[in-house]
């Protein structure tokens, strides 16, 4: 086909479009000679519209064959469709790249074309951009996502959804495939502060750092949220990390800075800090809070002045000596406190060395030290007391054992006259006596120390008691031709009590009274019921206590001034035994005196026993007389049962006597007594089988069982209630406890 030019076919209008547009343009001919090059083709081809036309396109460019699109088969196919082909292509020659438009047309080829290199490259550094962003976030240990923001009508975050997230993410929060899911889809208890603090960033574009907990993952966030385009937006960018182990570790350092502080403040007075030549620079407010002293009074060297006068000069002198010698050094003074009061400390200093080998600073603690010193002095004490004590025990020992030597020597002598022989007799058996009260007072000491005493507890009147002990401390009261005055109250006063003990306690303090007095002295004694307890007093006219041993007297071992106490002889344990005693029975008693040469006065307070607090407690009425009983006595001891079976008869109770267990139960089924008093060491049949005999008989069972006996240990009265007895009175038995025993039968 000839060529025809273009110019004669266009009209000149659409010439002048082509040569305006800022495309290239190529017609060619079907045959693919260049029929047509507008301006714009020329610049960017580089080539003249001489150069091209008439000339083959693919000899010009042969690069275009190889072009997918461009070559000559695929040109042809395309015009058989009319629809145009449109690609992108690299120019080698011209090092360009271009985006091309061929149009199939009636007289061949319309070819559009511009240059998209700069583009091109654009995108190609943007693709280049985005791989490496996504390579750096993926990289990182930190997780990393990116969230839309869900708002309500009102504007308030209500939920967000992940648009991006980074490799690291699932390691750090726990979640997989959260990609385009809601948040509340995939945690629903999600807190609201979450929501609040990345609603903020999203709406201000003001990032925030932030630090929570997420109570449904377990997991402890350090946040770093931020607008990653132009706020406002939805779209919030999160770099977070898990440092939920962080926590744990700062939580366990914590704790254990607590233990520490706790234990510190616990042991120490203070903890300080001073400086490489022992200045103080830092105290804890421990030391303010004991001395008062301020900053300004306790730095550097003016701790000293809280340190007690006497001790100062020399703790300072030790203190500076420890400095010099760099080594850990302690030492122990003592400091007045704020109020006055005085406390012992004891101050550890160690240095802390700088890498080069010099003392960086000091530290150290005071830990109070008083009671420790207190016990220590308290101990040396005892010590001394003791061995005063042994002195006075092997003085007091050897006392008697000099006479009942000489005695045994006048003994051997013979032709000794009877009459002398009865007075020696007579001074080894007071001898003897005084040895045996002795060793008694030893022995009871130990037992009540020991808690080995049990104590027999009855209704005890204490009148009776007093006048025990009086008669019991008579002789030294003679002896010594003191006068008694004795005061009693008109109403008996009852206490639950051993009589025996009781006895006891009450006459010590009598004869402590009579023994520290000069002959012809004065000892009142009074009996008094006061409330709920009972007071017994005794005073005398003696040498006094000084006021500081007024705490001490009861103390074993204590002695008010030794020398007298060896002068008047015994052990001066005494005092020691009233106190143990009287705290037995559930009372304590107190020493008084105005000082030396004034007297004392010793004060029992003893509590009423049960029935005494019953009859203070209720409604005073007329007493009634005393209902009788029947009562079966049972003894092998004919005389012991015959006096307790009189002493009960003429109480007004019907009394039967048996003096065997088999006969007191032939007796028994026949009268169907109240009230059994029965021995238990009796031939034949004792008393634990015959009242396990009384018990299981129809009359036997409600009796008033009652051991009396001889036998008083604690094994007796267990074996005693485990057979069916009632109560255990052991022999002497007093004739008011036996009374009390009977009248709780008007109670059951």
């Known amino acids: 086909m000839a060529s025809v030019p273009l110019t004669a076919t266009l009209e000149i209008s659409a010439i002048e479009v082509l040569e305006s547009i800022s495309d290239g343009f190529l017609a060619c001919d079907f045959d693919f000679r260049v029929l047509y090059v507008n301006v714009s083709a020329e610049r960017q081809l580089a080539r003249s519209r001489e150069e091209l036309i008439g000339k083959n396109v693919y000899e010009v460019y042969p690069e275009l064959a190889a072009c997918g699109g461009l070559d000559p088969s695929a040109l042809r196919e395309a015009a058989r469709s009319t629809d145009p082909i449109e690609l992108g292509y690299y120019s080698a020659s011209a090092r360009r790249w271009y985006r091309a438009c061929v149009h199939p047309r009636s007289w061949g080829w319309a070819l559009y074309f511009h240059d998209v290199t700069r583009r091109h490259l654009t995108e190609k550094a943007l693709h280049e951009s985005e791989r490496q962003y996504h390579a750096l976030i993926d990289s990182i240990d930190q997780g990393y996502c990116v969230i839309e923001m869900l708002f309500d009508e009102r504007g308030a975050p209500v939920d967000f959804r992940y648009l991006e997230v980074n490799d690291a993410f699932e390691t750090q929060t726990g979640l997989a495939d959260v990609l385009g899911r809601k948040a509340r889809e995939l945690v629903p208890q999600i807190e609201p502060y979450w929501l609040e603090n990345y609603g903020r960033v999203a709406r201000t574009g003001e990032p925030a750092r932030l630090e929570h907990y997420s109570s449904p993952l377990g997991r402890w966030f350090d946040v770093y949220a931020f607008c990653p385009d132009r706020p406002p937006s939805n779209r919030v960018a999160l770099l977070f990390r898990d440092v939920t182990e962080r926590h744990r570790t700062d939580d366990a350092l914590r704790e254990s800075e607590e233990r520490f502080r706790v234990l510190v403040e616990a042991m120490a007075q203070a903890v300080w800090e001073a400086d490489p030549a022992g200045h103080l620079q830092s105290y804890s407010a421990s030391w303010r809070a004991l001395t008062g002293q301020l900053s300004a009074q306790w730095r550097n060297e003016g701790w000293f002045d809280a340190v007690h006068p006497d001790d100062r000069e020399a703790t300072r002198r030790k203190w500076f000596d420890g400095i010099a010698r760099r080594l850990p050094f ?56 003791k061995d005063e004590f042994l002195a006075i025990l092997a003085h007091e020992l050897r006392n008697p054992l000099a006479p009942l030597r000489t005695g045994i020597e006048i003994m051997r002598m013979g032709r000794i006259d009877p009459e002398r022989i009865e007075r020696v007799r007579a001074m080894m058996g007071r001898q003897v006596d005084h040895m045996v009260a002795l060793v008694d007072d030893l022995m009871d000491v130990s037992r009540i120390s020991g808690g080995r005493i049990v104590l027999d507890r009855h209704p005890v009147e204490l009148a009776a008691v007093i006048r025990s002990a009086l008669e019991a401390s008579d002789p030294i009261i003679r002896q010594k031709r003191h006068e008694v005055s004795l005061t009693l109250p008109a109403e008996a006063v009852w206490v639950d009590g051993d009589r025996h003990r009781l006895t006891q306690a009450i006459g010590n303090l009598l004869t402590n009274a009579a023994k520290y007095m000069e002959p012809n002295g004065h000892i009142f004694v009074t009996l008094e019921r006061r409330e709920r307890e009972a007071v017994v007093c005794v005073k005398d006219t003696g040498v006094g206590i000084p006021p500081a041993m007024l705490e001490k007297v009861f103390e074993l071992f204590a002695q008010v001034d030794s020398a007298i106490d060896r002068r008047q002889g015994g052990l001066g344990i005494g005092l020691t035994i009233v106190r143990q005693l009287v705290e037995l029975h559930g009372g304590h008693v107190e020493a008084h005196s105005e000082g030396p040469g004034r007297g004392s006065e010793f004060v029992v307070r003893l509590p009423l026993s049960a029935a005494a607090l019953e009859e203070l407690e209720a409604p005073r009425i007329p007493e009634a007389a005393v209902r009788s009983r029947r009562v079966l006595v049972v003894d092998d001891n004919a005389d012991a049962a015959q006096a307790m079976g009189t002493m009960l008869e003429l109480l007004g109770h019907e009394v039967n006597v048996a003096f065997g267990g088999e006969q007191a139960l032939r007796l028994a089924e026949r009268i169907h007594p109240e009230v059994i008093l029965m021995d238990l060491g009796m031939p034949n049949m004792n008393g634990y089988v015959a009242a396990r005999r009384v018990r299981q008989s129809d009359w036997g069972r409600d009796v ?4 009396v006996t001889g036998w008083g240990q604690q094994a007796d009265r267990v074996a005693s209630e485990q057979v069916g007895f009632d109560h255990h009175l052991v022999k002497p038995v007093e004739l008011d406890a036996v009374q009390s025993l009977i009248a709780q039968l008007d109670s059951r």
């Open 330 to 385: 302690e030492l122990e003074y003592r400091i007045v406190a704020a109020d006055g009061s005085v406390h012992w400390s004891n101050d550890h200093a160690a240095p802390l060395f700088a890498a080069d080998g010099t003392v960086r600073k000091w530290v150290g603690m005071n830990v109070d030290i008083t009671e420790r010193r207190s016990a220590e002095e308290a101990l040396r004490e005892a010590d001394r007391r």
């Open 704 to 707: 008033l069982l009652v051991a």
